[in-house]
Each structure stands twice: as structure tokens, then as C-alpha cells.
């Protein structure tokens, strides 16, 4: 009787997991399909299947300058973000570091500040040193929301690092920047792809900060994709969500393979001390 009992409750708690997982996912999924509609109808059931959506994507001048932008701020925004990340994260993880509460909690602030209370700041910010409706200043932006996720990664590296290595490295006559280079990179460098991974996916993806920055000719993929479901409901728009949301699983099931070769790493590290 008991066994029957506890046999009910794991298939109630299976069923509630799948309808909560199937609420999650299946916005997402809806617009998979129509994104291969023949017709410019965003109802079920479909009339046919056309790949003329993505053909009008590959051939649109408006969308591949948003493509473009939205590649050159990710890329230049993941540098600088995993850059200066790891070089606060290095700072985080000594012991003497003064102030590190205060510091971590500044750092990490973007993540926990609402994103249009970021926006309005640097909106301001950013008004008095010339960098509105430039390129430059979204970089900038997307810098400051990108580089709380490498110093968290990073700093989750290097709590296990082992520090001996690098006194090792210093008595064989390494320099700081030769022992960092050739001994800690190489160990950390999972946290640091990890890191930047999440902020080029945050980059890619942001679009508030970018509608309070940006001019005619900064627009990124996701503000265009806005702006085309507030001017014209355009089925173009959902290639390019199926398009983001094959690049979205593809760069976490990297950052997945990342995350799990630094826990074998550390493990084996453990293991050898």
C-alpha cells in the first residue's frame, strides 16, 4: 500500500514537471514552424512550407546591417568584458583584497539592477561624453552587463586553483605575467570561455539599453526585430527568432561542455594533490 502511494506521488510530480517544462518551452517552439509558413500568416494551420522568410533575411539590406551591428558589438563587447573580468576576478580572489564585498557587489550590480534603470544611467552617462548613437557606446554598454558574468565564472575557477603553482612558477623564475600566461590561463580559461560566452549572449540579446543609446544606424538584431512587430508584422521575424534560438542552444550546450571540463579538471587536480 505504501509502495502504491509513493508510486502515485513521483507520477504527479513527473506530470507537474512536464506541464511546467511544456508552459516554458512551448512559446518558444510555436515559432519555429511558422518561420517556414508559405503564407505571410502567423495562424495555424499552416497552408505550406517556404523558405522564402529566410531568403527575404539573407537578401534585406535592413537586416543584414542589423546582423552586422549586432556581430560587432558582441565581439568587441565579449573581449572587453572577459578582459577586464578576469583581471577583477584575479583582484577578487586575493586574499588581500580590500573591500571585496563592497567591490563584488558593484561589479555584480548590472545583474541585479533592473536593465532600464541601467539604461536611463547610462543614457545620461553617456549624453555628456558624446557617446549616444554610436557604435562605440553600445559596446561600451553591453561591456558593463557582460563583464558581471566572466567574474563570476572566473572567480568560481579560481577557488580552485591551486596558488602553488604560481610560487612554484616564480621560484623557476617566471615572471607574473609569464606564470599567468603559461600556468593559470591554461587551468582558469574554462570559467573565462564560460563567462564570455554569457556575455556574448547577453549582447546579442539585449535590446533595452540599445533603444535608449542607439540612432537609425545602430540597430541590432533584436531592436530591429522590436521595431519590425511594432511597425509591420512581418513573418521575416520569425526566421530570425529560429535562427537566435538554434545559435542560443548551440552556444549553451558549449557552455555546458565548458563547465564540465573544469569540474573534471578540478577533480583531477584534486585528485593529484
Request: some cysteine; charged content about 10%; hydrophobic content about 55%.
Amino acid at each position: 500500500m505504501k509502495a502504491n502511494s509513493s508510486s502515485a506521488r513521483a507520477w504527479v510530480l513527473r506530470t507537474f514537471c512536464v506541464v511546467v517544462l511544456l508552459f516554458l518551452v512551448a512559446p518558444i517552439l510555436a515559432i519555429v514552424p511558422l518561420s517556414f509558413n508559405a503564407e505571410p500568416f502567423f495562424t495555424y494551420p499552416m497552408p505550406g512550407l517556404s523558405l522564402q522568410w529566410y531568403r527575404e533575411l539573407m537578401e534585406s539590406a535592413v537586416w543584414q546591417l542589423a546582423l552586422r551591428n549586432s556581430l560587432i558589438v558582441a565581439t568587441f563587447a565579449t573581449l572587453l568584458a572577459s578582459v577586464l573580468g578576469t583581471l577583477a576576478a584575479l583582484g577578487l580572489s586575493r586574499n588581500d583584497c580590500p573591500w571585496r564585498a563592497v567591490i563584488m557587489a558593484v561589479l555584480i550590480s548590472p545583474m541585479i539592477i533592473p536593465v532600464v534603470v541601467s539604461a536611463v544611467g547610462i543614457y545620461y552617462c553617456f549624453a555628456r561624453v558624446g557617446l549616444l548613437n554610436t557604435l562605440t557606446g553600445i559596446v561600451f554598454a553591453h561591456t558593463a552587463l557582460g563583464a558581471p558574468f566572466v567574474v563570476i565564472t572566473v572567480l568560481a575557477t579560481l577557488s580552485s586553483f591551486d596558488h602553488n603553482l604560481m610560487r612554484a612558477a616564480a621560484s623557476l623564475g617566471a615572471s607574473p605575467m609569464r606564470a599567468f600566461f603559461r600556468v593559470m590561463l591554461p587551468v582558469i580559461a574554462p570559467g573565462v570561455a564560460s563567462g564570455a560566452l554569457f556575455a556574448f549572449i547577453t549582447s546579442f540579446d539585449e535590446v533595452v539599453v540599445v533603444l535608449f543609446i542607439a540612432g537609425s544606424e545602430q540597430r541590432t538584431l533584436p531592436r530591429q526585430m522590436w521595431s519590425g512587430v511594432r511597425e509591420s508584422i512581418s513573418p521575416t521575424i520569425t526566421a530570425v527568432a529560429t535562427l537566435l534560438i538554434v545559435a542560443s542552444v548551440l552556444l549553451l550546450v558549449s557552455v555546458q561542455w565548458l563547465q564540465g571540463r573544469a569540474a573534471r579538471a578540478s577533480a583531477r587536480s584534486g585528485a593529484s594533490g
